[in-house]
């Protein structure tokens, strides 16, 4: 349990530099086997690599477990945000998400996911090299902002995304408040943030009559019902919460994706002749794509999932135990908390065969709806990621435009570190130069 108060909290945060489980759970896992405990931030936690209990702490949300996370999470994410609200709170929140994010919603915006793809890509092809986690960060942003609360960095006064940088970069550090610290600076981009948003709460709730065109006309109109549960410290912290998660994981999964691509050079020619012949069979060369061709994308899909299982993007989920629970001839004790390892699930050699190495192949004929025991990139069981299909049409759409009309070479950076989670502390730079092209199809790329 290590030190008292401190526990392991240390080597917990020890920097990973590979693909790899952290040797912080690997060493334990060796030693204690799947189900381990540990101390954490001054509480006692219960680390899970075992795919049946993570699956029966998934299955039992709400029941025997509930989500919890340290109060340095709470503190930053605000008390009431989405991760810490539970029964019927977190239900109602769920489905005001999907109704922005659902199927039909999605179809409706993929033309608008490809315009701004195309665009980005066709402005980064003119430069000498490309930062791409910065680059994909800021064109994913500036769309889900878009779409949540209809914010142009153009038009604005002050630029949101900086905030939301500077919260970032604090966002796994040491809790210490003072002037100076990167908790500090975390603090302060959360607050600016959310005022930033509370002012354009404010100026949307002064312009009534308007036609409801976003999330932010959505979530007035659910303020301003007879009885409504929803309260504006709610709404806001939802606003940060989705603002972040969006752009935030999914800029990390593509940088990973190209990085794969680049890597394997395999993997892109596949890649490459799938949305190849996308373009070939269009009866018009210079429509965009359909949601048709989107579900048609087999090997692409099976790429993303690759992508995600060895990104491992969320290292940790932490659940707590609303009482005593007996497992495996485990005693769990009430109060204590869980956290499910996804990455010792997801680089299990006895599920996946030669784990660290890239092969989307492994997931032909691989069905893959919500979480499963062995695979669970997006969380699982009643807090599965609402967002999950709008990150694959982001994915799959980006991929679509580079592969088919672009070429690109590393230029430097890559490395992967994680603390726990990850990031590219060096960058990974491309040079990005449009495809000599024989054939007439071309995606459109007028706004």
Not at 17 to 43: A, Q
Not at 421 to 442: A, C, N, V, Y
Request: net charge neutral; hydrophobic share 40%.
């Amino acid at each position: 349990m290590g030190l008292p108060l401190l526990g392991e909290t240390l080597s917990f945060f020890t920097p990973n530099t590979t693909n790899d489980i952290s040797l912080f759970v690997k060493e334990r896992m060796n030693r204690y086997g799947p189900i381990f405990k540990t101390s954490l931030v001054g509480r006692p936690v219960i680390v899970s690599a075992d795919p049946d209990l993570n699956h029966f702490v998934f299955l039992q949300e709400g029941q025997l477990f509930q989500s919890w996370y340290p109060d340095t999470f709470t503190e930053i994410f605000g008390r009431q945000n989405v991760g810490s609200l539970h029964g019927f709170m977190y239900k109602y929140l769920k489905n005001m998400v999907l109704n922005l994010f659902g199927p039909e919603s999605l179809k409706k915006m993929m033309p608008e996911v490809e315009r701004t793809a195309c665009r980005r890509l066709q402005g980064w092809s003119s430069l000498e090299t490309v930062e791409l986690k910065e680059a994909t960060a800021s064109m994913i942003f500036d769309l889900t902002a878009k779409k949540l609360i209809s914010y142009d960095q153009d038009n604005a006064s002050e630029n949101l995304r900086d905030n939301f940088v500077a919260f970032i970069q604090g966002l796994i550090s040491f809790p210490l408040d003072i002037p100076g610290t990167a908790y500090h600076k975390c603090l302060q981009g959360r607050k600016n943030a959310m005022r930033m948003l509370k002012n354009l709460l404010n100026e949307r709730r002064a312009m009534p009559g308007k036609n409801r065109t976003d999330f932010f006309d959505y979530v007035l109109e659910e303020l301003q019902k007879e009885g409504t549960i929803l309260t504006e410290a709610i709404a806001l912290d939802l606003m940060f919460v989705l603002l972040f998660a969006s752009f935030e994981t999914t800029s990390l999964a593509l940088t990973l994706a190209v990085k794969f691509l680049s890597d394997y050079p395999s993997v892109l020619e596949k890649l490459t002749e799938e949305h190849e012949a996308i373009l070939q069979n269009r009866e018009d060369p210079d429509s965009g794509l359909t949601w048709k061709e989107y579900k048609s994308m087999t090997y692409t899909f099976q790429f993303i999932n690759e992508t995600v299982r060895l990104a491992n993007i969320v290292p940790g989920i932490f659940r707590k135990a609303l009482r005593e629970i007996q497992f495996k001839g485990y005693t769990i004790p009430a109060g204590w908390a869980v956290m499910v390892c996804p990455p010792a699930v997801h680089l299990n050699p006895a599920k996946y065969e030669d784990p660290l190495v890239f092969n989307p192949s492994r997931w032909e004929g691989v069905e893959i709806n919500g979480a499963t025991k062995s695979f669970m990139a997006f969380g699982g069981g009643m807090r599965f990621c609402v967002g999950t299909d709008f990150t694959k049409v982001q994915m799959a759409v980006f991929l679509h435009c580079l592969v088919s009309k672009y070429r690109w070479q590393p230029i430097k950076g890559g490395n992967i570190v994680r603390t726990p989670g990850l990031q590219f502390p060096d960058g990974f730079h491309i040079q990005l130069r449009e495809k000599t092209r024989t054939m007439s199809s071309q995606v459109s790329q007028n706004d």
